[in-house]
């Protein structure tokens, strides 16, 4: 399947959005884009040629991408509908509502939460069967994966033509088999982020020993091998007695840890708000953006040249 000539209705034009845009429009797809916020819109097509100048693609590629004023006209005539709104379950739901009235009967109406279940944003929807979840990572452009989800009245008809869609658009689809909180990216990473706001809590180190640990050790060999992979290599007779001995140890709460919720009562909110676990100072904050670009694309290079020994 091409998406050349394929029709993409996108309601939000933000982090994400526009993001989202970009790719189906190097891909070839004619996209609209609907926001309330008139800065949003407005800036779209700039924020986009700027991701295009720092990625070398032809600016030309940015007429593909249409600012439009209501949803309707984003998505009329579309075969792809992608949700990026703020993650608020009565936004979203008020959108598919309307997506429901304003849409083709086999249009494919995807929301792009990250951690909200599927079936909850689709309960009682009058358009449910055609509603599923496309989970796409930040930089949308840069970050192969998406997360595909549906829900118990997904038409897995809507689930195939969604995968199949996102392959020619040149992304790395995956399908999540059931619809619970987070899918398996978030759970993932949200695991580790719990360990390591408890490892800060019980004093066993720094924030930046955290980072450090994970950015030169472990997370180093991530883009090239995943856990499974890896358990597999090292032996599960291994895995197993780690487990054994680790696991009781690992913090288990299910609440945020005190740290974060201290920092966030004093407005401590991170590069935001100029400090948080860290000081950020002025130009830190893109600092961190650029290096976490490089390293997409180094990482990018890796996949094809690394093999385990």
């Not at 593909?64 to 992608?82: G, M």
């Not at 953006?289 to 890796?302: H, I, T």
Request: aromatic share 4%; with cysteine.
């Amino acid at each position: 399947m091409s998406v050349q000539r394929l029709s993409v209705g996108i309601v939000g034009a933000g982090l994400m959005g526009h993001g989202i845009a970009q790719v189906f429009a190097v891909a070839g797809a004619k996209v609209r884009v609907f926001d309330p916020s008139p800065e949003a819109l407005g800036s779209l097509r700039l924020r986009v040629a700027s991701n295009f100048l720092a990625l070398g693609l032809p600016l030309d590629l940015v007429e593909a991408i249409e600012p439009v004023d209501s949803i309707s006209a984003a998505v009329a005539s579309a075969s792809l509908i992608i949700e990026a709104a703020p993650e608020d379950i009565a936004l979203k739901r008020k959108i598919f509502a309307e997506l429901a009235e304003c849409t083709d009967a086999d249009a494919i109406l995807a929301s792009n939460t990250s951690v909200i279940s599927i079936g909850e944003i689709a309960a009682d929807q009058a358009a449910a069967n055609r509603i599923v979840g496309t989970h796409w990572w930040n930089p949308p452009y840069l970050v192969p994966l998406v997360e595909v989800i549906g829900h118990g009245a997904t038409d897995q008809g809507v689930v195939a033509r969604t995968m199949t869609m996102l392959t020619a658009a040149g992304k790395t689809p995956v399908h999540v088999r059931r619809d619970i909180p987070g899918f398996v990216g978030n759970r993932l990473q949200h695991a580790m982020w719990r360990e390591a706001l408890a490892l800060l809590d019980a004093g066993v180190c720094d924030p930046e020993t955290i980072d450090t640990v994970v950015r030169s050790g472990f997370g180093a060999r991530l883009a090239a091998i995943g856990p499974i992979e890896n358990a597999d290599l090292v032996g599960l007779d291994l895995t197993e007695a780690i487990h054994s001995y680790l696991l009781p140890h690992l913090d288990a709460s299910t609440e945020p840890a005190a740290g974060l919720r201290e920092r966030v009562s004093r407005g401590e909110l991170g590069a935001k708000s100029g400090r948080g676990y860290l000081d950020w100072e002025e130009g830190d904050a893109d600092a961190a953006r650029d290096r976490m670009v490089a390293q997409l694309r180094r990482a990018e290079n890796l996949l094809t040249t690394w093999k385990p020994s």
